[in-house]
């Protein structure tokens, strides 16, 4: 699975877009960018995932550049309930029997009043 | 709520006792894995099994081991414990359908293990 660097903290308005980049360089044709998150201490929850084209869903948009070395999760009107780490994971699709997810320290998002 | 049930949510123990976690999938997911969170460690996959067999392990140790049963539900056993065992232990299933890319993993509540 390919790396990825994520900013260790950010914090955003409520009520604002929050924009939270990942940089994934090596990334391989076959691997898709997922992006899951964790409210504190609850279990991670899957929020979206692309392979080359910007994706968009009830959660989140995800905006995966060109060159596919970058991505950007937006989450367009945030809210106090966002606020959680959000982990930026690359790996391959598989069929059959699906792997498991490397995290990475993700990107502790603080949504503020 | 994901579907994914944990019991114990909390369970405190001794070092050197042997304790087992329970995971019950999302219904029709075949794929069950483990992994642990602690607060130097993050999140570490620990071991996947698919419709009962093992699939994947990761960094599990020798002390720590599971099994699926045919109903799908999953045991960790973790013994002889020690003060670093502490953490919280996550289940997660998935299933792999017409669309094997997505992988989307359902994670249970957890079980909070204080080894003290």
């Known amino acids: 699975d390919a790396k990825t660097t994520q900013p260790p903290s950010m914090d955003c308005a409520e009520g604002r877009a929050a924009n939270l980049p990942c940089n994934h360089s090596?990334?391989?044709?076959?691997?898709?960018v997922y992006w899951y998150r964790q409210i504190h201490s609850q279990g991670p929850q899957y929020i979206i995932h692309g392979l080359k084209n910007n994706e968009t869903n009830e959660m989140a948009s995800l905006i995966i550049t060109e060159d596919r070395k970058s991505s950007t999760l937006i989450l367009p009107h945030a809210t106090l309930r966002d606020t959680a780490v959000y982990y930026c994971i690359v790996r391959v699709g598989t069929s059959g029997s699906a792997r498991q997810l490397t995290f990475g320290s993700g990107t502790q998002l603080t949504v503020l009043p | 709520d994901s579907g994914v049930t944990q019991t114990p949510k909390h369970l405190i123990t001794a070092t050197g006792q042997r304790v087992t976690l329970r995971c019950s999938p999302r219904s029709g997911d075949l794929s069950v894995y483990w992994y642990q969170q602690s607060l130097d460690q993050g999140l570490q996959f620990l071991i996947h099994y698919y419709n009962g067999e093992e699939r994947a392990k990761g960094n599990i140790l020798e002390r720590f081991s599971a099994q699926q049963f045919p109903d799908l539900h999953s045991e960790l056993n973790l013994s002889s414990l020690e003060l670093g065992d502490s953490a919280l232990y996550f289940c997660?299933?998935?299933?792999?359908?017409?669309?094997?890319?997505?992988?989307?993993?359902?994670f249970g509540p957890g079980t909070r293990l204080t080894v003290l």
């Open positions: 090596t990334i391989s044709g076959n691997e898709y």
């Open positions: 997660a299933s998935s299933v792999a359908g017409n669309h094997p890319e997505r992988n989307e993993q359902f």
